[in-house]
């Protein structure tokens, strides 16, 4: 069974971009469980491992690929050493491009030469920093999930019915939550959202995330916060607020909790 730990990746737009880059883990290293808007690809540069997908555990060895979807709780863990190219498709370059990788759903490991050979290119071109490289990467990154559209579509029949269900009102949530987590949200209001019962999307969610649904919402907001804080420009009554707090007192408990540091000794830091 895969370590379990939670790490937010704030999902704002300004912040998520299209890149490429090598990563190297050796056990009991891990990646901690994690999700975001955009599109995630790995490949297995050598090395094998376990990968955490659609809240299934897969092994992964070296040449294939995985992809893990818009807001799939996912994650990589290895006995031993795993070498891999990570890819990340920023969510609005495929929005702005008519594709809604929300709606998408590909398969979650196969192998395949030409993602591979374009994986490299890419690269090569973001490695040396070529001319107009960052252009460059929106392309290749395009032309993957052109290619992914075409070839590597898959549906969730690979999972059983009752798992299907919950990824799909897991990824609701996460999708809700990340648009609204700055508005006076609730279980409650998540629920409705989905259509379920709150007491079935908390367990749901607390077993496939690794955490609950108010500790997810008040990470993005005191992340958020931080970021607020840094500009050193409000209050902090005026930060608490355009967080999605409405009480200060929460606020700073909450930032101590999850930071470290009250609001005002994280400000001087």
């Known amino acids: 069974m895969l370590k379990a730990e939670f790490q937010v990746n ?17 056990a009991p290293n891990f990646r901690p469980i994690n999700w975001h808007e955009d599109l995630e690809l790995l490949y297995i540069c050598s090395g094998s491992g376990t990968i955490y997908s659609h809240l299934n555990e897969y092994p992964i060895h070296t040449g294939e690929i995985c992809v893990f979807d818009s807001f799939d709780p996912h994650t990589i863990s290895t006995d031993s050493e795993i070498r891999f190219l990570i890819l ?38 973001c490695d040396n920093r070529l001319p107009y490289w960052n252009l460059s990467a929106d392309i290749y990154a395009l032309e993957i999930i052109l290619h992914l559209m075409k070839n ?41 959202q989905i259509g379920v019962n709150p007491a079935h999307l908390a367990r749901e969610f607390k077993k496939y995330t690794h955490t609950t649904v ?45 930071t470290g540091f009250s609001p005002s000794k994280y400000l001087r830091s």
Request: glycine share 2%; hydrophobic share 35%; aromatic share 12%.
């Open 152 to 192: 590597h579509q898959a549906s969730y029949n690979n999972i059983s019915e009752s798992k299907n269900k919950s990824f799909s009102n897991i990824r609701t949530a996460l999708g809700y939550i990340t648009a609204n987590y700055t508005n006076a949200i609730t279980l409650d209001d998540v629920a409705a």
């Open 214 to 258: 108010i500790s997810y919402i008040n990470s993005l907001r005191i992340k958020h916060a931080q970021g607020l804080i840094a500009q050193k420009k409000y209050a902090m009554s005026e930060i608490a607020e355009k967080s999605g707090f409405n009480n200060l007192s929460y606020f700073s408990r909450a930032f101590r909790q999850y």
């Open 88 to 125: 990340n498709v920023n969510a609005e370059l495929c929005r702005v491009n008519r594709i809604d990788i929300s709606e998408l759903s590909f398969c979650t490991i196969f192998t395949d030469n030409h993602i591979v050979s374009m994986l490299y290119k890419m690269l090569g071109e």
């Open 10 to 26: 704030f999902p704002e737009s300004e912040k998520s971009h299209t890149y490429i880059r090598r990563q190297h883990l050796k």
